[in-house]
Nanobody, 124 residues
Framework: QVQLVDSGGGLVQAGGSLRLSCAASGRTLSNYQMAWFRQAPGKEREFVAGVRWSGSSTNYADSVKGRFTISRDNAKNTVYLQMNSLKPEDTAVYYC?????????????????WGQGTQVTVSS
């Protein structure tokens, strides 16, 4: 079992920044794919960014490329999402997720463990 705890959300003005954290516990995460998803009211959960726990490979949704950065700290068992130049359309609940495979996938159906979510609200 893997437990994920999301934190770092909040209210920010457009153009501002936030950093989300995902603390993982329960077992070693080598060979796992970690990702951030988000879900706005009335919309489906969508992929935001992903990173392999081992290695440096990352990938991003087109809507956040150049503004968001995903990273991990293996010593702290934590994954981060640095969000800059935030826009009102980034408003959503953000979820950390883990997949028991290093292969990159962007569908939430492919992920095995989820954090509880953290609310991000960007005001115009």
């Amino acid at each position: 079992q893997v437990q994920l705890v999301d934190s770092g959300g909040g209210l920010v003005q457009a153009g501002g920044s936030l950093r989300l954290s995902c603390a993982a516990s329960g077992r070693t995460l080598s060979n796992y794919q970690m990702a951030w998803f988000r879900q706005a009211p009335g919309k489906e959960r969508e992929f935001v960014a992903g990173v392999r726990w081992s290695g440096s490979s990352t990938n991003y949704a087109d809507s956040v490329k150049g503004r968001f950065t995903i990273s991990r700290d293996n010593a702290k068992n934590t994954v981060y999402l640095q969000m800059n130049s935030l826009k009102p359309e980034d408003t959503a609940v953000y979820y950390c997720a883990a997949r028991r495979s290093p292969m990159t996938r962007t569908s939430p159906d492919n992920y095995d463990y989820w954090g509880q979510g953290t609310q991000v609200t960007v005001s115009s």
